[in-house]
């Protein structure tokens, strides 16, 4: 499974094209204007359950959000996607985490976290901005290896997930406490060689439960 060495120069975000286009969706940078869009959701109490982040109870937590993923682009630790169709925006798509070094050893590695409007579920479009986006990782910003992960009763973020190609990695038993209750997450990476293989041969690891 190893692959090549890092590319030599560290890649600067703000020097790449990340702007990326599908058949149905626009994915761009976020920009405070879009918080009339996103607000109904993410305000809905209930939405976000099986996400680490608490629904927005004032627009200004929104506008914070906004100005804090465009802040770790310009400090080049993450790029977080607003997903776009039918010119409003209905989502978010992020790399978020990234570290291209620590000390003496490279990594080049980030975490991926999205969300989707409910009213927009079940149409296979987080899986095709999800796709673009891992595209992106690994041949545009040059990375190495993304993780990513879901509290196990999230159902429809471990579909996106399987459907990508993740290798399971494991479960992490009673990781989280939310809303009265212990939450397991289940852990996922694909590394750079694997991309083109597990989409050429759909190889994926299910976990139980």
């Not at 590695?109 to 579920?121: I, K, N, Q, T, V």
């Not at 406490?177 to 397991?184: A, E, P, V, Y």
Request: with cysteine.
């Amino acid at each position: 499974m190893s692959g090549g060495p890092p590319r030599t120069a560290i890649p600067q975000l703000s020097e790449l094209d990340l702007e990326l286009e599908t058949p149905r969706l626009r994915l761009r940078r976020f920009t405070e204007a879009d918080v009339d869009d996103i607000w109904p959701v993410v305000s809905n109490p209930d939405f976000p359950k099986m996400m680490s982040w608490a629904a927005h109870s004032d627009r200004s937590e929104t506008l914070g959000f906004v100005q804090a993923v465009n802040k770790s682009f310009e400090q080049n630790t993450g790029v977080v996607w607003a997903i776009e169709h039918g010119q409003r925006v209905i989502g978010s798509i992020g790399l978020e985490a990234i570290v291209f070094a620590l000390r003496a050893t490279r990594m080049d590695r980030a975490e991926l976290g999205f969300w989707l409007a409910p009213e927009h579920w079940n149409k296979g479009l987080m899986t095709e901005a999800s796709e673009a986006v891992m595209r992106c990782a690994f041949h545009t910003i040059g990375l190495h290896k993304v993780t990513v992960g879901c509290i196990s009763e999230n159902v429809a973020s471990r579909r996106v997930i399987e459907k990508l190609g993740f290798r399971y990695v494991g479960r992490l038993e009673d990781d989280v406490w939310r809303d009265g209750k212990w939450h397991s997450h289940l852990r996922y990476e694909l590394t750079a060689p694997e991309w083109p293989d597990v989409h050429t041969t759909v190889r994926m690891t299910s976990p139980r439960g």
